[in-house]
């Protein structure tokens, strides 16, 4: 997930962390999204960035809360001064152009969260809490615990084993 930004890590000499009110973030022992998280927002649970190019600024990540477009905060240049203006515009532009139902209607950046929530272990009570309540919950022949979340493009099946993800299915789509 973060494989693009350990790419562009020269970049980050250029760039700067911002909240998303324009204010600088201390980025901590670093200058890498994992310190800032870790600095400023200990809490949150980070598995993805979303690239934005818009004209306001040639580079922005918005980093977003585990599957949402929720953003936490921003890495990127702005004109010195401007910051805050630039910023604000920048979010109104990210909030209007995503579907507020990422869950269901980002099928690429599911697949790539639920990966990331599998090797982390992720708990049923952790889901339950990041995506509400499922449309369907059930057992399977195995006692596996399956939540079914559906939406208008897909269905998307969480299987927990002992209380934890272990995998899913997408079922649907374009």
């Known amino acids: ?21 324009g204010n600088l973030l201390d980025v901590g022992e670093g200058n890498s999204i994992n310190s800032v998280k870790e600095k400023n927002f200990p809490e949150e649970v980070l598995t993805k960035s979303s690239f934005v190019d818009y004209k306001e600024a040639e580079f922005t990540t918005i980093i977003c809360k585990m599957f949402s477009y929720e953003p936490i905060f921003i890495l990127g240049e702005f004109p010195k001064g401007k910051e805050k203006e630039y910023i604000k515009s920048i979010l109104d532009i990210f909030k209007n152009e995503h579907s507020k139902n990422y869950f269901i209607d980002h099928e690429r950046m599911v697949k790539y969260d639920l990966m990331d929530a599998i090797e982390k272990k992720a708990t049923d009570l952790f889901i339950l809490k990041r995506l509400g309540k499922p449309s369907n919950s059930y057992e399977d022949s195995q006692e596996n615990k399956i939540y079914s979340y559906r ?11 002992n209380g934890y993800l272990a995998d899913f299915k997408i079922y649907g789509g374009y």
């Open 1 to 21: 997930m973060y494989l693009f930004l350990l790419l562009c890590s020269g970049l980050y000499s250029q760039l700067k962390f911002y909240d998303l009110q």
């Open 151 to 161: 939406g208008d493009l897909r269905t998307i099946d969480i299987i927990f084993k």
